[in-house]
């Protein structure tokens, strides 16, 4: 019953940043750059709910952001999944109890989830090579999802370890073991 409602509050958060992402953040562009909160949300789920759901999420999130904003279908899917997959990754060689660290693995994630992006977008849309253009965005993105990162961090650590616990159990020894 637990999992059905974090699930449930899952998908309302990703509808509630579908429309920050819409309307809100488009009032408050930096350079011209918007953040990317599902890049966040997507890193939420990786670090605390399990490779299993991050694939999951992802691909089903990414589908729809496909269909309502962007021009292919599939690419944020794979930037999403892949996203949840290092997020993966970071959960099992670093800890989320860190502010600074969970600072650091966002960064890392915008970065690559750009690139990958950029360069999937390049190779199936014939997309100009704009490098200083992109540069820029890339930088303002990832110091605006940091921005975000700081003040968001407190509820994503109070209610990750409650979402960690009902996925992954209490494994706190034979992590380190």
């Given amino acids: 019953m637990r999992k059905i409602l974090i699930n449930i509050a899952i998908?309302?958060?990703?509808?509630f940043i579908y429309f920050l992402q819409a309307n809100f953040f488009t009032w408050f562009k930096i350079a011209g750059v918007m953040p990317n909160l599902f890049v966040i949300l997507m890193l939420?789920?990786?670090?605390?709910?399990g490779r299993n759901s991050s694939i999951?999420?992802?691909?089903?999130?990414?589908i729809l952001i496909d269909i309502f904003i962007s021009r292919k279908l599939g690419i944020t899917s794979i930037?999403?999944?892949?996203?949840g997959?290092?997020?993966?990754?970071?959960?099992?060689?670093?800890?989320?109890?860190?502010?600074?660290?969970?600072?650091a693995m966002v960064g890392i994630a915008t970065i690559i989830y750009e690139i990958g992006s950029y360069i999937l977008?390049?190779?199936?849309?014939?997309?100009?090579?704009?490098?200083?253009?992109?540069?820029k965005i890339l930088l303002v993105e990832t110091v605006y999802n940091i921005i975000l990162t700081i003040i968001i961090y407190p509820i994503m650590q109070?209610?990750?370890?409650?979402?960690?616990?009902?996925?992954?159990?209490?494994?706190?020894?034979?992590?380190?073991f």
Wanted: proline share 0%; charged share 15%; aromatic share 18%.
């Fill in 44 to 49: 939420y789920i990786g670090l605390f709910m």
């Fill in 158 to 176: 109070l209610t990750g370890y409650d979402i960690e616990e009902e996925y992954k159990g209490s494994k706190i020894l034979t992590r380190y």
């Fill in 56 to 62: 999951t999420y992802g691909a089903i999130f990414g």
């Fill in 79 to 83: 930037m999403l999944i892949s996203i």
């Fill in 11 to 15: 998908i309302i958060s990703f509808i």
């Fill in 85 to 103: 997959l290092i997020a993966n990754l970071f959960d099992k060689n670093f800890s989320k109890d860190n502010r600074i660290t969970v600072m």
């Fill in 121 to 135: 977008n390049y190779a199936f849309l014939n997309i100009n090579i704009e490098i200083i253009a992109f540069i």
